[in-house]
């Protein structure tokens, strides 16, 4: 497996569409952004609560891939779903 990353350049978040975005995102994510690059902080680093109020990563666990390809099936606590048509 080959394993880059955002401090690397390989991945990024796209524009944000500043019409549309609540104050405060863009440094929100750049705070989210120096964590990742600066430590050892990994988003899928629990508690992570899906929006039904389960646990699915408990405190100080960290989200361990169960397939080779990556995947992940939960909405959590926090996440707006938007569907387009």
Known sequence: DWGEGLA????DVSPLNEAIVAPG???KIEEA????VETDWDVFTGPLVDVNGKTVVAE???FIEP???PS???ILEGI???EQD
């Open 8 to 11: 690397e350049g390989v991945c």
């Open 67 to 69: 397939a080779s390809a």
């Open 33 to 36: 952004r120096k964590k990742i």
């Open 60 to 62: 100080g666990e960290t």
């Open 80 to 82: 707006i779903v938007s």
């Open 25 to 27: 995102t863009a440094d």
């Open 72 to 74: 992940w099936e939960y």
